[in-house]
């Protein structure tokens, strides 16, 4: 059963402090998507690639945030420093972008979330 | 653009009445559209899809949506709540807007509440 992993699970941190969240798509997915999300805001789109490269990172703060995917199976979202305001469950989807046809198929598979806690 | 806007941030059912969470869409484009449940402290679950097949779809767990474009509407539908159902439904939408775009537009999420 192919899952969207994501590590860790629960992080702690100080303010000021580097964090580094890790994805690791379904084998074979041709999309990565970081999604934050809030009980203020809901849920945000960060960032997505496609084949491993930035489509749009528009939704993400460039002065902290950064997110890459050094391989086919590895995505990361880094946060340096850190904020309270960042305190936030953090997701990761992947999926399989196609065009069959007339159809458009773009179904995301969601992480469980790293939920972050900066104090 | 796209847009999507749940009708309802809350609902509330008993046990074993039906279920019916509203959601409208914007689109330039053909779309697709998906509803996502979130259970506490979980992530999302695909729940079901459309994408310009049947327009009324069946999910898991006894969901299923109308796809009704005159209404621009995709409500999901379930005959019978459970108390496992107890969670935040999200209706998605996605279209080609734009060269190479493939992002979701998620609604604010409706929370469903069954009471026993």
Known sequence: DARVTQTPRHKVTEMGQEVTMRCQPILGHNTVFWYRQTMMQGLELLAYFRNRAPLDDSGMPKDRFSAEMPDATLATLKIQPSEPRDSAVYFCASGLVQLAGANFYNEQFFGPGTRLTVL | ?116
Request: glycine fraction near 6%.
């Open chain 2, 1 to 116: 653009a796209q847009s999507v806007t749940q009708l309802d941030s809350h609902v509330s059912v008993s046990e074993g009445t039906p279920v019916l969470l509203r959601c409208n869409y914007s689109s330039s484009y053909s779309p697709s559209l998906f509803w996502y449940v979130q259970h506490p402290n979980k992530g999302l679950q695909l729940l079901l899809k459309y994408t310009s097949a049947a327009t009324l779809v069946k999910g898991i767990n006894g969901f299923e949506a109308e796809f009704k474009k005159s209404e621009t509407s995709f409500h999901l539908t379930k005959p019978s709540a459970h108390m496992s159902d107890a969670a935040e439904y999200f209706c998605v939408v996605s279209d080609l807007a734009g060269a190479g775009s493939y992002q979701l537009t998620f609604g604010k999420g409706t929370k469903l509440s069954v009471i026993p």
